[in-house]
Nanobody, 121 residues
């Protein structure tokens, strides 16, 4: 299993970024996927999730990002995305994608290197 996150960077408050996670080594289309983030010294925070093709690709969001972030997936490209709009300084973190739902993603043994998002003037 390989998960490769990309798309992070430095952005001003109110700006946007689109994160990507390229996945391989497992049946991506039927797997639920999540995005989580971590601030140094703090635990993982689940951000958003999307179900696989057999669950109609339903999407879910943490209250802290609802209405600003949009998760999507392209099963033909084995890639999950996180479109982040109206970014706030408190969104600053390393963002990871993971296999699983909100309730079990943290049990995964498969993690990418993450991508740093910094929201600052």
């Amino acid at each position: 299993v390989q998960l490769v996150e990309s798309g992070g960077g430095l952005v001003q408050p109110g700006g946007s970024l689109r994160l990507s996670c390229a996945a391989s080594g497992f049946t991506f289309s039927s797997s639920p996927m999540s995005w989580a983030r971590q601030v140094p010294g703090q635990g993982l925070e689940w951000v958003s999730g999307i179900h696989g093709v057999y669950s109609s690709g339903a999407t879910y969001y943490a209250d802290t990002v609802k209405g600003r972030f949009t998760i999507s997936r392209d099963n033909a490209k084995n890639t999950v995305y996180l479109q982040m709009n109206s970014l706030k300084p408190e969104d600053t973190a390393v963002y990871y994608c993971a296999i699983g739902t909100k309730d079990n993603y943290y049990r995964s043994n498969d993690w990418g290197q993450g991508t740093q998002v910094t929201v600052s003037e």
